[in-house]
């Protein structure tokens, strides 16, 4: 697939560097430890396009009307076959894919934050298998740009919107160190999740303020430690199992990253604490996959298994400032 659903954008991006990006990255799907997952996808049977609900907490992509039964077992027994299942959940064909995190938590907390996105261009950054692409297609933007730099991520999303076939939808193997390719690109960027993965996380907000349209709007999104005080925690190893967690706010450290980067009008959405209601386990990411519940001391749930701070979220909005007012950019 192309790169030509950006050519209306192509004056604010560095076309050339995101095309040889793309040829490279496509390549990975034919790497001999994901072959499975390319033959999945080779599998899939052509359809029209099936009922589609973007507005249910669980996504409804199909009714078991809409396909024979012989097909509906051989999709539902395909999309196991794609396990484990991390962000969801699903309605697919009748058969409930309850992932690991419910994310819809997360979407329900946040979308009365978020402004109308009705014909605008919108950035998911580590979007794994777009759940949340999925719930802000149901307003209809001009553009949804979800990035992730994983094949099995990518592989879902394929997934996925080969029986929703929704408009305008695209899926990229692109990370976050490729949003310097962006700039004033989009109305709204999403990034949930991701800014403890980097070492560098003023640097990402700055790349997503330079992504933004003047005026835009950034949804932030993290985990975090309690505390009052504008500090934050550096393992000197691992964080709740993760080898590649680097920088855990305190809230009031990540509302000053915020600031630092020249985003303005920085509010809290929300800060609550993470719950085995909300991550866990499931028959769609069972064992070996690990979860919330093994990440944690079973002894005091208030700390990791390495005796930190149990992990909050913190999720954060914040604009560009508009462009009459717009400073230099750092």
Known sequence: MSLDYLLPYKEKLNFDALLELKKDRDTWIDRKSNLELKNILESLPSLEKSSVDLACDAV?????????????????????????????????????????????????RLKDHVDNLEGKTVLDIGCNNGYFLFRMAAQNPELLLGIDPVVPCETQFKFLQHFAKVPNLHFEMFGVE??????????????????????????????????????????????????????????EDRYAKMRNVFFVPTLSCFINWCKKAKLIDVEVVAATPLTFEEQRLTDWCPPPSQSLEDFL???????????????MRFCLKARKKPAQNASKNI
Request: aromatic share 10%; proline share 8%.
């Open 178 to 235: 490729h949003l310097n390719h962006f700039k004033e690109v989009f109305d709204v960027i999403f990034s949930m999740g991701i800014i403890y993965h980097h070492r560098h996380p003023l640097e990402q907000l700055i790349h997503i303020r330079e992504a933004l349209k003047p005026g835009g709007q950034a949804i932030i999104e993290t985990i975090g430690i309690p505390g009052e005080e504008s500090y934050a925690l550096f393992p």
């Open 60 to 108: 409804k992509i199909g009714d078991r009307s809409d396909l024979d039964p012989e097909t509906a077992s051989k999709v539902i027994e395909l999309a196991k076959g794609l396990k484990p299942w991390r962000k969801g959940p699903f309605n697919f064909y009748g058969e409930l894919i309850d992932a690991e995190w419910r994310s819809d938590f997360k979407w329900n």
């Open 297 to 311: 001391d079973p002894n005091d749930t208030s700390k990791t298994i390495e005796g930190h701070p149990a992990p």
